[in-house]
């Protein structure tokens, strides 16, 4: 993704959930249906997904193609460890190598795990 710095577990997970969102292959995730349960899986307010939703670009798209889903995954792991919701930190050097990782991968186990389960 460009300007966005991914490890590469984090790219093997965002890839697994884009192509699980993506349903009709198009490469462009509708922000309701499987995007929208993922969300809900990482239990954060309505209000903090909205501006997720807002600076990842998707609002204005009406979409999220595969920039602006990494890109909002990388907020919810960010919103999910307190952190101020900013796209300017995701990339700043400040959180040591996986720190946010950890958050992500919590995330999307109990997303896979529900998904599993239900």
């Known amino acids: 993704m460009e300007g966005l710095t991914l490890s590469e577990a984090e790219q093997r ?6 192509s699980y969102c993506d349903t009709e292959s198009t490469k462009k995730v509708a922000s ?5 349960e993922l969300f809900r899986a990482a239990q954060l307010p309505n209000d903090v997904v909205m501006q997720i939703m807002e600076l990842c670009g ?3 798209l ?3 193609g595969r920039s602006q889903f990494y890109i909002a995954l990388k907020l919810v792991a960010v919103a999910q ?3 101020p919701l900013r796209v300017e ?3 700043t050097g400040k959180a040591k190598e996986g720190e946010w ?3 992500e991968l919590y995330f999307a186990y109990r997303f896979w795990e529900s998904d599993l389960v239900s």
């Open 62 to 64: 009406g979409y999220f």
């Open 101 to 103: 990782v950890g958050f």
């Open 81 to 83: 460890s307190g952190l």
């Open 89 to 91: 930190s995701l990339n």
């Open 58 to 60: 998707a609002t204005r």
């Open 13 to 18: 997970y965002y890839c697994d959930l884009f």
């Open 32 to 36: 309701n249906g499987r995007v929208l």
